[in-house]
């Protein structure tokens, strides 16, 4: 069977950036990281080429969930912690729709962590992004479920004493098929990975480390600042060895069950050099790179997994159809005349 994504209609005429910018008044604080992801979303969207009306995008509450009213699609604001249920019912509703849902920490991994993780075990074609800026933005600063521990909020005046979640710990946990991680200030990155996010076939979640100016500022200041970033991060391309630094000068290799960084200095180490492969359903691989934290080791940025599982909208319309061929009930009436009693087999 061709996946429903297939039927999705492509858009007749060649569509720009132009064609989904609101014309709301966008709202967020000036500086605020949304304004990068809001601008990455407008450029991507035409790349992928639907038509305008079957893209929608579901959000909950919280700084994130005011995209529906920015971008020039249909939109549905919905109440906390409740996106990816809405969103749920909106793709499986209607197939030909691109779904995208605008999220944040507190949405998604507090109120709306039971609906974030089945919707990421049933593999529903659709794309969460999620705004990651480790506080509670729009009720004023208080501690998240992402929220280093020891951090000083108007909650946690003594620092927090909670262990916080890694988000993509969490995706691999709930049997995820395509996790990425992009920071705020790498837009060409963060295109790019969105853009292969609405090419995945099943649930892809896109967690944007986003710096929120009034409440958290520079919390991410280690991976953005020119003297630290290069050190700090690794930037993964399929394919290609995982190499980072300055200079290119060290590498990802794989010791005694562990991932450990080397030095890079002659052409020896570099064939040590693990090759970055996302397609490939290695779990554990997969699952070590999301946990990768400075300073022990460089945070891993761009597509960490990327395979091909079966969706639960594919099969969900598979099963309705062979239940449609074999059944002798066409519709409610053939139900309500078919006796008082019927059997299940």
């Known amino acids: ?111 709306g962590g039971n609906h974030f993780i089945h919707a990421i075990r049933r593999n529903i074609d659709m794309n969460i992004v999620l705004f ?38 969490l995706v691999l946990g709930a049997q995820g098929t395509f996790f990425a991680r992009v920071v705020d200030n790498l837009p060409h990155l963060l295109s790019d990975v ?48 995982m190499i980072f630094g300055k200079n290119k000068s060290k590498g990802l290799t794989f010791e005694n069950g562990l991932l450990t960084v080397i030095d890079i200095e002659k052409e020896e180490d570099l064939r040590k050099v693990l090759i970055h492969k996302p397609e490939e359903d290695n779990f554990y691989l997969h699952m070590m790179l999301s946990r990768m934290m400075p300073p022990a080791f460089p945070l891993a940025v761009g597509v960490i997994r990327m395979v091909k599982k079966p969706t639960f909208d594919d099969l969900m319309v598979e099963q309705i159809d062979r239940a449609r061929e074999s059944s002798q009930i066409r519709c409610v009436d053939d139900l309500l005349n078919s006796g008082s009693v019927f059997e299940i087999n």
């Open 1 to 111: 069977m061709e996946p429903i994504r297939n039927s999705i209609e492509p858009s007749p005429v060649e569509l720009k950036k132009e064609d989904f910018v609101s014309s709301q008044t966008v709202k967020w604080c000036p500086g605020c990281g949304s304004h990068i992801i809001l601008s990455a979303v407008e450029s991507v969207f035409p790349r992928i080429g639907y038509k305008k009306e079957n893209f929608v995008i579901v959000s909950g509450i919280g700084c994130s969930s005011r995209f529906p009213y920015y971008v020039n699609t249909y939109g549905f604001h919905g109440i906390h912690g409740r996106a990816h249920a809405i969103a749920t019912g909106v793709k499986l509703a209607n197939p030909g729709l691109s779904v995208w849902v605008s999220t944040g920490d507190g949405d998604s991994l507090a109120i």
């Open 132 to 169: 990651n800026n480790q506080i509670y933005g729009l009720t004023k600063g208080q501690f998240s479920p992402t929220t280093p521990r020891g951090t000083v909020t108007k909650t946690s005046p003594d620092g927090t004493i909670e262990d916080s979640f890694n988000v993509g710990q």
């Open 194 to 241: 969105l853009y292969l996010a609405a090419k995945h076939d099943g649930t892809s979640v896109v967690e944007i480390l986003q710096n929120c100016v009034i409440f958290n500022d520079k919390a991410y200041e280690h991976l953005t600042n020119k003297d630290t970033r290069d050190d700090n991060l690794l930037i993964l391309a399929p394919g290609e060895p």
